[in-house]
């Protein structure tokens, strides 16, 4: 591929280079490397089930950390809250159609959908605000729910004339009525960093954002700053980043050629979650929490999140110092024998990463001095997402990955069997060691998996265009970790997917 110098300078506005751009080509022309499958991660064979006693020697590995000021949370917070409300964006025919039913009898999904709705309205935590945008135009909500004019509702609901829901970040809608006020999952993901790090303490989160919800995310936690730090007795350090324009992608045309505006201008998408992998890399961490923006609930119903959380922090810890220890003694003893040895257990029982007996220093070096990262798994029910699995790669070596099922080869009997057999999902709540043995941050670009992107199709202004989306942030781009998966339980898991999770318990007042 030859690109213009027009071509050629576009690119280099945003910071993409050439190269990077003409790889990207050729990985839409010849299609996404799909990942194969041995068997699926379960306990007792790739997922840790910590026993009751761990506890003790985690929760003291966490109190180490947190005394020490280790601890990041990372929150990817630019997602648009758009699909949530799926259910509701209905055809103006079933409105009408809604508009006349007596409500006694769903006569379709949607219609189903739509009377739940209005039937748990005032259930739901924006209702009052919802309620005010309306009497703000002249408009009463109770009388357009007698009147079951969803019509207008929704309108004022998602709109720009009303609350815009349609058109902000999942992080800034209202999720759950509190005493202190209505909470977003933005104000929630503070509320918990604040009570896993106790009193007095200094707590730091990371947010990633879209450019032009910046200053909204700032005027939300502007205006709650003074009462959480109070309630909680902590100071907050909050920064925000947004997605760097050089991670975007090319996409290609019906024809094969890049994909190009009316005025002939290249067409560059956003690379996916796994274009985050740089604004975590910009911030040097430590000991990083990445968790969903939309896993939150109450203060009420914290407390299982809270005892996770620390148990996979203080996990991580414990397997991180000897990780640690065992590089130290490497690089001061490096032909060792019993070093050696010690090292190759570690890395073989401990790590599971079947190394042989007569690996050399560099190669034992290469595979020990890596960034670790502890993540949560959940038992499936139903809930979309990725899961654990042992993956072999091109080389023949097996590891534990996080796997979607966008990159697995679905038309092969073998892969789609071994897909049916799992029995965890990711939930995306994980604990990362950034750091190597010498307190120096990783650059984590070194460890990832470049073939691990994930090509679909999009329809385009009538027209079918493949995209390509960066290797996944907790697939491809941290392939070249150390991995561990820990089961923790379902009721640590509580995301808002549909306007209809919000009714679940774990969301509610209680």
Not at 404 to 410: L, N, V, W
Request: charged share 20%; proline share 7%.
């Amino acid at each position: 591929m030859t690109f213009s110098e027009q071509d050629r300078q576009q690119l280099a506005a945003i910071g993409l280079p050439p190269q990077d751009a003409e790889r990207q080509i050729k990985l839409l022309s010849s299609g996404q490397a799909e990942i194969k499958l041995e068997r699926p991660c379960r306990p007792g064979d790739g997922i840790i089930q910590l026993a009751q006693e761990q506890a003790a020697r985690c929760q003291e590995m966490f109190d180490q950390a947190v005394a020490a000021g280790r601890l990041l949370r990372f929150v990817p917070a630019s997602g648009a809250a758009s699909r949530m409300f799926s259910p509701l964006r209905v055809a103006p025919e079933t409105l009408e159609e809604f508009h006349g039913d007596d409500g006694q009898q769903a006569t379709s999904e949607a219609i189903g959908n739509l009377n739940r709705f209005l039937d748990a309205l005032p259930r739901f935590a924006f209702f009052a605000d919802l309620e005010q945008a309306l009497a703000d135009d002249g408009h009463n909500l109770q009388q357009a729910m007698a009147a079951r004019d969803l019509a207008l509702i929704i309108r004022y609901l998602l709109e720009p004339c009303g609350l815009g829901y349609a058109q902000l970040p999942k992080g800034l809608l209202a999720f759950h009525a509190t005493a202190d006020g209505i909470r977003t999952p933005f104000i929630e993901h503070l509320a918990e960093a604040a009570l896993l790090a106790g009193l007095d303490r200094e707590v730091a989160l990371h947010f990633t954002v879209s450019p032009e919800h910046l200053p909204l995310f700032k005027a939300q936690f502007a205006a709650w700053q003074e009462t959480l730090e109070s309630t909680y007795g902590c100071d907050f350090r909050v920064s925000y980043s947004v997605q760097k324009p050089a991670t975007d992608t090319l996409a290609l045309d019906p024809s094969g050629q890049p994909l190009r505006t009316a005025s002939g201008q290249l067409v560059l998408r956003p690379g996916g979650h796994g274009a985050l992998l740089e604004n975590l890399n910009d911030l040097a961490g430590d000991i990083i929490l990445i968790r969903n923006i939309d896993n939150v609930v109450p203060d009420q119903r914290k407390h299982i999140n809270l005892e996770w959380t620390k148990r996979l922090v203080g996990y991580l810890l414990d397997v991180q110092q000897e990780q640690q220890a065992l590089l130290k003694a490497l690089h001061g003893q490096p032909n060792d024998p019993v070093v050696q040895e010690r090292v190759l257990s570690f890395l073989n029982d401990r790590l599971q990463c079947a190394i042989p007996a007569a690996a050399p220093y560099q190669e034992l070096l290469a595979w020990l001095d890596r960034p670790l990262r502890v993540c949560g798994m959940v038992p499936s029910s139903g809930e979309p997402g990725g899961g654990p699995f042992w993956i072999r790669d091109h080389r023949g070596r097996m590891s534990r990955q996080i796997v979607e099922g966008a990159q697995i080869d679905s038309s092969d009997p073998n892969q789609a069997a071994i897909l049916k057999q799992s029995t965890h999902f990711n939930p995306v709540d994980m604990v990362c060691g950034v750091r190597d043995w010498q307190q120096r941050p990783y650059d984590l670009s070194r460890y990832v998996d470049q073939d691990a992107v994930i090509i679909t199709c999009k329809d385009q202004d009538g027209q079918t265009v493949r995209v390509l989306e960066r290797p996944g942030l907790w697939n491809g781009s941290m392939a070249g970790w150390h991995t561990l998966f820990v089961e923790i339980p379902p009721e640590a898991f509580n995301p808002v997917k549909t306007v209809f999770d919000l009714l679940r318990p774990a969301h509610q007042p209680g």
